[in-house]
């Protein structure tokens, strides 16, 4: 389960102040701790579980802004990989 192996991940490198569990699909991880250095490490631990690049259009504080958003730039580039 793609949100599932997110949360592992983010629970592991995301240095989040609260428990991922506790943080909704959509709700804002920069609100609930998340610093830029750290959605850094969650970024190169997604690209390494899932074997993939984010692409330069995708490097931004939106595409790592919820766990949701996290997921639909991971579907878009899994996408784009099957194409």
Known sequence: ????????LLAK???L???IE???DGADLYDAGLSS????????ALEEEFDVEFPEHLLNRK???SVAA???AL???LEDQAA
């Open 1 to 8: 389960n793609m949100k599932q192996t997110i949360r592992t």
């Open 37 to 44: 250095f750290a959605s850094v490490q969650v970024m190169l």
């Open 17 to 19: 102040p609260v428990a």
């Open 63 to 65: 595409s790592f802004s």
């Open 70 to 72: 996290i997921e639909a």
């Open 22 to 24: 506790t943080v909704a």
């Open 13 to 15: 490198h995301g240095n």
């Open 75 to 77: 579907t878009e580039i």
